[in-house]
Nanobody
Framework: QVQLVESGGGLVQAGGSLRLSCAAS????????MGWFRQAPGNEREFVAG????????TYAGSATGRFTISRDNAKNTVYLQMNDLKPEDTAIYYC????????????????WGQGTQVTVSS
């Protein structure tokens, strides 16, 4: 089992920035591909970004490219999502996920999920 706890969400004005964190515990963090997803009210959960254990492979959704950066610190068992130039359409609950295979928004859903952290962007 892997336990994931997100933090860092909040209310920010359009154009602002937030950094989300996800602390992992349980099985060896380095064994897992990590990712971020989000779900806005009335919408399905969607992929945002993914990162390999080595950090050499990063994948982004089109809506995140150029504005969001995913990173991880394996020594701290933590994955981050730096979000810049936030827009009202980025408002959603953001979920951290862990999977034994690549997280790219395709294929089966990740094995493990956090509880989510709310991000609200005001116009």
């Amino acid at each position: 089992q892997v336990q994931l706890v997100e933090s860092g969400g909040g209310l920010v004005q359009a154009g602002g920035s937030l950094r989300l964190s996800c602390a992992a515990s349980g099985r060896t963090f380095n064994n897992y591909y990590m990712g971020w997803f989000r779900q806005a009210p009335g919408n399905e959960r969607e992929f945002v970004a993914g990162i390999s254990w080595s950090t050499l492979s990063k994948t982004y959704a089109g809506s995140a490219t150029g504005r969001f950066t995913i990173s991880r610190d394996n020594a701290k068992n933590t994955v981050y999502l730096q979000m810049n130039d936030l827009k009202p359409e980025d408002t959603a609950i953001y979920y951290c996920a862990a999977h034994v295979a690549k997280i790219s928004g395709r294929g089966p859903p990740p094995d493990y999920w956090g509880q989510g952290t709310q991000v609200t962007v005001s116009s």
